[in-house]
Structures are given as C-alpha cells and as structure tokens.
C-alpha cells in the first residue's frame, strides 16, 4: 500500500481528527538513554539531542522539561511519502489563519501539532480546505 499521490484526491477525501489529550515536545541530551517507562508518542534523534513528543500529563509526571502544548489532528486519507504539495498546501491554509503547524509523516497518514489554543480553528481551515478542494474538483 503506497497511499495516494494526487494533490487534489488528497485534499477531496482528507478528514481531519482531533485527538483528545494535549501533547508537548521535549528533548534529552544526545547520549542520553531515553528513561524506562516513557510512552512518548515519537523520538527523533538529531545532533542536539533527541526530540520526544508526548503527553503533558507524561512529561509533568515524569519532571521532564517540555514546550509548546499542542494538539494533535490526524489527516485520515492515505498519503503517499512522495506525495507533492500536500503538507505546503495544509501549512500555507493554517498560515493563512496566523498558525504555526508541526506535522509529522506516519506510513500511512500525516500528523498535526497545532497550538492547543488554536485546535478548534485549525480544524475549521481543514475542513474548508476540503470542501474547496471537492467544489472545485465536482
């Protein structure tokens, strides 16, 4: 399953998803060894260390220093990993509404940190962007 590649199918049949907890990022010392027990959502190493994105609840539990409270919206279509212009044309909307967006490439869909405070709005862009893509396209 390589997921789709058409810009235009993919906005047409995205759905957006608002997942319920508020997540954070956090980042550990390079040669740090991640701690037991920690249910983070996503780790990426980079030189400057390694990125976790997880909880806030987790990351209070835990004393881990963290930033950016943020939501997460799951784009429910199947976008390819060399699919074109998809995450520009959902940023460029988001940026249009004076939102910054942290997304994330899964296999099988792409994933969105927006400001917690800003959810409801960037679910409301998404939801445009879709049904102008679908009006155009009918």
């Known amino acids: ?3 789709e590649h058409d810009l235009q199918t993919l906005l047409m049949n995205m759905t957006a ?6 997540y954070v990022f956090a980042t550990i010392p390079p040669d740090s060894v991640t701690p037991d027990g920690i249910e983070a ?9 390694t990125t976790l994105i997880l909880t806030r609840e987790e990351a209070m539990a835990r004393h881990i220093d963290h930033s950016f409270a943020c939501r997460m919206i799951t784009l429910e279509v199947h976008s390819a990993l060399e699919a074109v212009g998809f995450i520009a044309t959902i940023s460029a909307a988001l940026a249009a509404q004076g939102m910054g ?24 862009a998404l939801a445009e962007l879709s049904s102008a893509a679908a009006k155009t396209h009918g």
């Open 41 to 49: 959502l996503m780790r990426f190493h980079e030189a400057e260390g």
């Open 101 to 124: 967006v942290n997304p994330v490439a899964g296999y099988f869909h792409d994933h969105l940190f927006v400001p917690q405070d800003r959810a409801d709005d960037a679910m409301a």
């Open 17 to 22: 998803r608002l997942a319920p907890d508020v």
């Open 1 to 3: 399953m390589s997921g």
